[in-house]
């Protein structure tokens, strides 16, 4: 299974940005989809996740200004970035948990980061 990232780019602060991903392969199921951010020099942070059937949860940095949504039957998920703020700007990773793939269980998956610079 492999995870494939779009939609990063170079925005300016109080924009908008929409990122997807989309995992490929002969998929059963996968559990929960999000998506993390890590920053040169900073730790890997979670940024939003959203279960099968279940509510997204998201980190209080972005709370009422990212919105997260996915399409179980198209295996992808997306991010709504609005309001962007320069301390938002990071590699944006794609991360999948408990996926049922091609008679495989993987418990975590990730996708390539794609880069969202927020700059004036």
């Known amino acids: 299974v492999q995870l494939q990232a779009y939609g990063g780019g170079l925005v300016q602060p109080g924009g908008s940005l929409r990122l997807s991903c989309a995992a490929s392969g002969t998929i059963f199921r996968i559990n929960v989809m999000g998506w993390y951010r890590q920053a040169p020099g900073k730790q890997r942070e979670l940024v939003a996740t959203i279960a099968h059937g279940g509510s997204p949860t998201y980190a209080d940095s972005v709370k009422g200004r990212f919105a997260i949504s996915r399409d179980t039957a198209k295996n992808t998920v997306t991010l709504q970035m609005n309001s962007l703020k320069p301390e938002d700007a990071s590699v944006y990773l794609c991360?999948?948990?408990?996926?049922?793939?091609?008679?495989?269980?993987?418990?975590?998956?990730w996708g390539q980061g794609t880069l969202v610079t927020v700059s004036s």
């Open positions: 991360n999948a948990k408990g996926v049922s793939e091609g008679g495989k269980w993987y418990s975590e998956v």
